[in-house]
């Protein structure tokens, strides 16, 4: 067993895997563009696009930054899969709320962020993020969450397996947890109804193990890119009707509605002087309201 407080090389590492994984999710992602044979095949697949940016910095403040990559494809109508390594100091309003920050308000947080918005109606969104934030403290948080505009058992019973499948590699708890933490989270309290089908969501992860906290949020992000794809291929020909069309746009709005009311991520990033296009990614590219 190891400290949970990351040396310098446990960062680095941290910050890596991440890069790592945005490269594979990309690269996948690119793939499925070219395999689209239903409609839309006649248009160009889709290309990520990226643009790197950085924090206002000096000597002794805040500094880092990210990189946005974003495909607005004829699979993807738009995904984005951003990553981010940055440091600085909270503000004191919110170090009284972030672990280990109320004594020293330093921070320093990497990770990996991702959303998908689709074009056909019968490809379930999804959304899927893991951190590491360091203060005093160390911790490691995300998940992985789907939310079809039409729900399907088939797939919901498939991505909630494989995520099972990771957790129980981990600890026997892990699932059980993690789930019903997601199902608390990802859930829309004015509307009183689950953003989605749920996955699972974990934060503050913290054994006292820094390699097994780690190896379980690589698992997560491997598990993701296993199961994902596969969900997509089933759909992605399926034919759609104006009506389909016009239910998932209302149904995105939900995904707004989320994300501006709760989020924390995007809470964070806004609250610690991130990217604001970065941030706001995870916006679909067009939605409605009746």
């Not at 690269?27 to 044979?37: G, H, S, V, Y």
């Not at 509605?257 to 709760?262: A, Q, V």
Request: hydrophobic share 35%; net charge negative; aromatic share 12%.
């Amino acid at each position: 067993m190891t400290p949970a407080n990351p040396t310098h090389d446990h960062k680095n590492l941290a910050a890596a895997w991440f890069e790592d994984l945005r490269n594979q999710i990309c690269a996948t992602f690119e793939t499925i563009e070219d395999e689209l044979t239903g409609k839309f095949a006649d248009r160009p697949a889709g290309r990520f696009e990226r643009k790197a940016w950085s924090r206002a910095s000096s000597p002794g403040t805040d500094s880092g930054g990210g990189v946005m990559s974003i495909m607005r494809g004829r699979v993807f109508e738009k995904v984005g899969v951003n990553i981010s390594t940055v440091h600085g100091t909270f503000s004191q309003e919110l170090a009284q709320t972030i672990p280990g920050a109320a004594a020293d308000p330093h921070f320093w947080a990497a990770g990996i962020s991702l959303v998908a918005h689709m074009q056909n109606p019968h490809v379930p969104a999804v959304h899927m993020n893991t951190r590491h934030i360091v203060t005093t403290k160390a911790w490691f948080g995300g998940g992985a969450d789907l939310t079809p505009m039409f729900p399907n058992d088939q797939d919901t019973s498939d991505f909630h397996a494989a995520l099972r499948t990771v957790c129980d590699r981990h600890a026997p708890n892990y699932y059980r947890d993690f789930k019903a933490w997601c199902d608390q989270y990802f859930h829309l309290r004015h509307r009183n109804e689950p953003r989605g089908v749920g996955g699972i969501f974990f934060d503050n992860l913290d054994s006292g193990d820094w390699e097994a906290d780690y190896d379980f949020t690589r698992d997560v992000g491997l598990g993701f890119l296993d199961i994902y794809p596969q969900l997509v291929r089933r759909h992605m020909n399926r034919l759609w009707t104006k009506d389909d069309r016009e239910h998932q746009l209302i149904r995105r709005g939900r995904y707004v509605e989320f994300n501006l009311l709760y989020d924390r991520g995007t809470q964070f990033g806004l609250k610690t002087g991130g990217n604001v296009e970065a941030i706001l990614m995870s916006l679909p590219p067009e939605v409605r309201w009746p």
